[in-house]
């Protein structure tokens, strides 16, 4: 009975969904699932006891975590260990879940249509939040990226406030089928009845329904202006990771960035923009190199913003050390380097170290990699009178880093960014859909210059007006270039103004939902 047990009200429900929640994300993209994708996995846990919950709860992670994170495995220099361990890590969230889902749910009733889904984004902020351990893909309402009226919720609550929407469906459509399987037994097991059916399916239709009514209002307010910058040229080199790394090969990954911006850069432009680390060696230091980007803005006449290693000395108790810094630049019309900015949010075990030398972490999983140090402060470059900011790499997955540079005056983001790393994977799929939140989030304008693609602009509703493709429509792994106008920022955000309220409230709720599990069932009644 166990192993039955284990199998069909545990690891079949789970991996089901897993399965169809994949499917929902890039680059399959069928988001209609997400509405009804945990629904296999809500119907056991119905009928678990709370420890096999949990276990069907990590069994969902682990599978679902495989399948999305999928791409990791063509990173060159991943230690394939880690991999089964990022899996098992993000399946002790959805652990969690099952577990707390499978105690309250019998209690709560109907009210498990709030319930669930608060506990959800609660464990998905955490995971997003998590330091050095943070895991920012894979929230649910990610896969709603093409719903353009939707995601306006993300002005809100950022892209948990559709996932919450997400999962209040699939609670009131599980409770449905348990509903349906029990109502003969007088529903005591289920802890669903019919009137809690219809009491759940009126408040998911009404807070779905206010959500999309809500989100076409303020697409119908949102201003068609004037844009801020009439032409801005985004420069895709698609330069290979092996030839980026080979300093035999600086020349050629020079030469493919001058060419193409000496294409663009006939035009009347505000800006050329070229990806994170484009540029071999360092700007600040006097080289062929540097003296060629120089040369080059100086004979276009054109301000030119672009990703640069740098290097600091650094005291320790060792003595002086070297460390880099992974930056962008802002090169004026004079070919002076007028601004820069470090990177503040570094990626672990790839840029630095976390607590080297508190953990003793196996050589397999540091060892052979550079040490960056962290940038100071979010700064805000300018381009004729216009203030902007950039984000590079993964900073621009994350809400609250983006999120303070449009605290802090942007009129418009620019990620620089290099996914030569995922070898054309599907990864810079899953990072344009969540690009594009950060720009629903701020009301603000997001160009995005990506070595070997996604290069794209985003507007501040979301919607995704240019991308650099060849000929034949392709965006990855392909060299080109794309002349944008940079539309006008919206009014200020909810969410640009008072972060991440939302996910507090669930985190709160789901917090005061444990202590209660925690009581005496007398003192619970």
């Given at each position: 009975?166990?192993?039955?047990?284990?199998?069909?009200?545990?690891?079949?429900?789970?991996?089901?969904?897993?399965?169809?929640?994949?499917?929902a994300?890039?680059?399959?993209g069928?988001?209609?699932?997400?509405?009804?994708?945990?629904?296999?996995?809500?119907?056991?846990?119905?009928?678990?006891?709370?420890?096999?919950?949990?276990?069907?709860?990590?069994?969902?992670?682990?599978?679902?975590?495989g399948?999305?994170?999928?791409?990791?495995?063509?990173?060159?220099?991943?230690?394939?260990?880690?991999?089964?361990?990022?899996m098992?890590?993000?399946?002790?969230?959805?652990?969690?879940?099952?577990?707390?889902?499978?105690?309250s749910?019998?209690?709560?009733?109907?009210?498990?249509?709030?319930?669930?889904?608060?506990?959800?984004?609660?464990?998905?902020?955490?995971?997003?939040n998590?330091?050095?351990?943070?895991?920012?893909?894979?929230v649910?309402?990610?896969?709603?990226?093409?719903?353009?009226?939707?995601?306006?919720?993300?002005?809100?609550?950022?892209?948990?406030?559709?996932?919450?929407l997400?999962?209040?469906?699939?609670?009131?459509?599980?409770?449905g089928?348990?509903?349906?399987?029990?109502?003969?037994?007088?529903?005591v097991?289920?802890?669903?009845?019919?009137?809690?059916?219809?009491?759940?399916?009126?408040?998911?239709?009404?807070?779905?329904?206010?959500?999309?009514?809500?989100?076409?209002?303020?697409?119908?307010?949102?201003?068609?202006?004037?844009?801020?910058?009439?032409?801005?040229?985004?420069?895709?080199?698609?330069?290979?990771?092996?030839?980026?790394?080979?300093?035999?090969?600086?020349?050629?990954?020079?030469?493919?960035?001058?060419?193409?911006?000496?294409?663009?850069?006939?035009?009347?432009l505000?800006?050329?923009?070229?990806?994170?680390?484009?540029?071999?060696?360092?700007?600040?230091?006097?080289?062929?190199?540097?003296?060629?980007?120089?040369?080059?803005?100086?004979?276009?006449?054109?301000?030119?913003?672009?990703?640069?290693?740098?290097?600091?000395?650094?005291?320790?108790?060792?003595?002086?050390?070297?460390?880099?810094?992974?930056?962008?630049?802002?090169?004026?019309?004079?070919?002076?380097?007028?601004?820069?900015?470090?990177?503040?949010?570094?990626?672990?075990?790839?840029?630095?170290?976390?607590?080297?030398g508190?953990?003793?972490?196996?050589?397999?999983?540091?060892?052979?990699?550079?040490?960056?140090?962290?940038?100071?402060?979010?700064?805000?470059?300018?381009?004729?009178?216009?203030?902007?900011?950039?984000?590079?790499?993964?900073?621009?997955?994350f809400p609250?880093?983006?999120?303070?540079?449009?605290?802090?005056?942007?009129?418009?983001?620019?990620?620089?960014?290099?996914?030569?790393?995922?070898?054309?994977?599907?990864?810079?799929?899953?990072?344009?859909?969540?690009?594009?939140?950060?720009?629903?989030?701020?009301?603000?304008?997001?160009?995005?210059?990506?070595?070997?693609?996604?290069?794209?602009?985003?507007?501040?509703?979301?919607?995704?007006?240019?991308?650099?493709?060849?000929?034949?429509?392709?965006?990855?792994?392909?060299?080109?270039?794309?002349?944008?106008?940079?539309?006008?920022?919206?009014?200020?955000?909810?969410?640009?103004?008072?972060?991440?309220?939302?996910?507090?409230?669930?985190?709160?709720?789901?917090?005061?939902?444990?202590?209660?599990?925690?009581?005496?069932?007398r003192?619970?009644?």
């Open positions: 009975n166990l192993v039955l047990n284990l199998f069909w009200l545990s690891t079949l429900p789970s991996a089901t969904s897993a399965l169809i929640t994949f499917a994300y890039p680059p399959l069928y988001s209609l699932f997400a509405w009804f994708c945990l629904v296999p996995l809500l119907v056991a846990l119905h009928f678990l006891k709370p420890w096999l919950a949990g276990l069907a709860g990590f069994i969902f992670g682990v599978v679902y975590a399948l999305y994170l999928h791409w990791i495995a063509v990173i060159p220099g991943f230690p394939i260990l880690a991999y089964p361990l990022v098992a890590y993000i399946g002790i969230f959805y652990a969690i879940f099952g577990y707390l889902f499978a105690r749910i019998r209690l709560v009733g109907a009210y498990g249509v709030v319930m669930a889904p608060v506990l959800w984004v609660a464990l998905e902020y955490i995971r997003v998590a330091g050095f351990l943070a895991v920012p893909g894979g649910l309402g990610h896969t709603q990226y093409q719903n353009i009226p939707l995601i306006q919720v993300g002005s809100l609550a950022s892209a948990y406030g559709v996932s919450f997400l999962v209040m469906v699939n609670v009131v459509l599980a409770n089928l348990v509903w349906m399987l029990w109502r003969k037994r007088g529903h097991r289920s802890g669903v009845s019919g009137r809690g059916i219809m009491v759940s399916v009126i408040i998911a239709l009404v807070a779905t329904a206010t959500a999309n009514v809500w989100g076409l209002q303020q697409l119908g307010l949102a201003a068609d202006t004037a844009p801020l910058l009439d032409k801005v040229a985004v420069v895709q080199g698609n330069i290979p990771q092996p030839v980026k790394s080979d300093y035999r090969r600086y020349s050629d990954v020079l030469e493919t960035h001058l060419t193409l911006s000496r294409e663009v850069g006939g035009e009347s505000d800006m050329i923009i070229w990806p994170e680390t484009a540029v071999p060696g360092y700007l600040t230091i006097a080289s062929p190199g540097s003296r060629a980007i120089l040369g080059l803005v100086n004979d276009l006449g054109i301000p030119l913003l672009l990703g640069s290693s740098t290097s600091a000395k650094v005291a320790d108790k060792k003595g002086s050390v070297k460390e880099l810094k992974n930056t962008a630049f802002l090169v004026n019309e004079y070919a002076e380097i007028v601004a820069g900015y470090d990177k503040q949010l570094l990626v672990p075990f790839s840029e630095y170290v976390p607590m080297d508190i953990i003793p972490w196996p050589d397999w999983l540091t060892g052979g990699r550079d040490s960056y140090r962290v940038g100071d402060e979010a700064t805000i470059f300018d381009i004729h009178g216009i203030p902007f900011g950039v984000v590079i790499c993964w900073e621009g997955l609250e880093p983006f999120r303070d540079f449009v605290q802090k005056g942007a009129s418009f983001m620019v990620n620089l960014t290099n996914e030569a790393w995922f070898d054309g994977s599907q990864a810079s799929r899953q990072f344009l859909a969540m690009t594009e939140f950060r720009a629903v989030e701020n009301r603000v304008t997001v160009i995005r210059a990506a070595n070997t693609g996604i290069s794209a602009l985003i507007d501040p509703t979301g919607v995704i007006r240019n991308r650099v493709t060849d000929a034949n429509g392709n965006d990855l792994m392909v060299p080109g270039t794309m002349t944008v106008a940079v539309p006008a920022p919206g009014p200020a955000s909810f969410y640009t103004r008072h972060g991440d309220v939302f996910a507090f409230v669930c985190l709160a709720l789901s917090s005061l939902l444990v202590l209660w599990l925690l009581l005496p069932a003192q619970r009644s």
